[in-house]
C-alpha cells in the first residue's frame, strides 16, 4: 500500500493525537528536576507514561532503557523528551507492517472482525478504496449477517466506492456467504475479498464456532485461507483495547491490527502498550471519516507525536 503524499495527512495525525501528546506533555513538564537523570527523575517519566496509557510493561520497558543510556547524565526537558520519542519508536517500529496483497492463488481473503461500534464496517470501506487505489480488484463480502444493519450499511459503502458485494439475508448463515464470496471472486478474477463478520462477544463461544465454521469452509476452497484476520480497534478505548486483543486472538486467531477514531480525543499510548504486549503487526490507523483518512502507520511520526516533540 503506498504512502500518503498529501499534507493533510501529516496534519490529521498530528490531531488525531494532540490529546494523548498534550496528556503526555503535560505529564513529562517538570520531570527534569535536576540537572542528571536520576532515579527520581525516571520514576516521574514512568508514572506519567503509565497514566498517558503506554502501560506498565512499555513504560518500563522505557525507564530501563533510558537510565541504561543516560543515568546520571546531564538532561533537558526537551532531550527527555527526544529519549522518550526514541524509545516509543523502537517499540513501535517492529510491529509497523503493511498489508501486502500477495496470495496465489487469488483471491486473498481478509477477514475484518472487531466489537459493534469500532468502525469495523467503515474500515473495510477504506480498506477496499485503499487497495483499489493500488490497482487491486477488490470484492466485500457481508458475514456480518446477525445484524441487517451491518448488512446494509457495508453494501452503501460498496455501492459508494464501486465495488461488488455479495450479501444474504440478515440471520443467514456466514460460511455460506464467504463461500459465495469466494467462489465469485475466482470467478470474477479479484484480487482481495474482504469479509465483515460478527463482532459480538457476549458469547464468545458461539462466535468461535461462527469462525470456525467460516475458516472450513475457506479451507476447502483455499488451503491458505484466510490469508489476513484484522482486529479493528477503537483506539478511544483506552486500555480496554488491550482486553480486546486478547481476547480476539482467542477466538479468532489475529494477525494484525488496524487502529480507528486516532482523531479528536484519541489515547494514541494504547498503540505503544499493545505493540509491547502482543507485538501483532499493526497495518493501519484511522485518523478521520473520509475513505482517505485510513493510512499507514507511521512509527517514527506516532512517537514524536505522542512525546510532543513532533
Not at 56 to 62: E, F, K, N, T, V
Not at 125 to 138: F, I, N, P, R, S
Not at 230 to 253: H, R
Request: charge should be negative; charged fraction near 25%; avoid cysteine.
Amino acid at each position: 500500500m503506498n504512502e500518503p503524499s498529501s499534507p493533510s495527512w501529516t496534519e490529521r495525525v498530528f490531531g488525531g493525537f494532540r490529546k494523548t501528546s498534550e496528556r503526555l506533555s503535560n505529564n513529562l513538564t517538570g520531570v527534569v528536576g535536576t540537572a542528571k537523570l536520576d532515579d527520581a527523575t525516571l520514576d516521574d517519566v514512568e508514572d506519567a507514561l503509565i497514566v498517558s496509557d503506554l502501560g506498565p510493561a512499555a513504560a518500563r520497558r522505557i525507564r530501563d532503557r533510558l537510565a541504561e543510556k543516560r543515568f546520571g547524565l546531564a538532561i533537558s526537558e526537551q532531550e527527555l523528551r527526544e529519549a522518550v520519542a526514541e524509545e516509543i519508536a523502537a517499540i513501535l517500529r517492529p510491529v509497523a507492517k503493511p498489508l501486502e496483497i500477495v496470495a496465489f492463488p487469488r483471491p486473498q481473503v481478509i477477514l475484518v472482525i472487531g466489537v459493534n461500534g469500532s468502525g469495523k464496517t467503515t474500515t473495510i470501506a477504506k480498506l477496499a478504496h485503499w487497495l483499489q487505489e493500488d490497482d487491486y480488484g477488490v470484492m466485500l463480502a457481508a458475514g456480518d449477517t446477525f445484524r441487517a444493519a451491518a448488512i446494509g450499511q457495508l453494501a452503501t459503502w460498496a455501492e459508494r466506492i464501486g465495488a461488488p458485494i455479495v450479501r444474504g439475508p440478515e440471520g443467514g448463515d456466514p460460511a455460506s456467504i464467504v463461500f459465495d464470496g469466494v467462489k465469485a471472486a475466482t470467478e470474477q478474477g479479484i484480487d482481495a475479498l474482504i469479509v465483515d463478520t460478527a463482532g459480538r462477544l457476549q458469547n464468545k463461544r458461539e462466535l468461535m464456532d461462527e469462525l470456525a465454521k467460516i475458516r472450513r469452509v475457506l479451507g476447502r476452497l483455499n488451503a491458505e485461507a484466510p490469508h489476513d484476520v484484522i482486529l479493528v480497534l477503537d483506539a478511544t478505548n483506552g486500555q480496554n483495547a488491550l482486553n480486546q486483543i486478547e481476547t480476539f486472538m482467542e477466538v479468532a486467531g489475529v494477525t494484525g491490527l488496524i487502529m480507528t477514531k486516532l482523531d479528536g480525543t484519541a489515547r494514541g499510548g494504547v498503540l505503544v502498550a499493545a505493540a509491547e504486549q502482543f507485538g501483532l503487526p499493526i497495518h493501519a490507523i484511522g485518523v478521520g471519516e473520509k475513505l482517505e483518512d485510513l493510512r499507514p502507520f507511521d512509527p517514527d511520526l506516532v512517537a514524536r507525536v505522542i512525546a510532543g516533540v513532533a
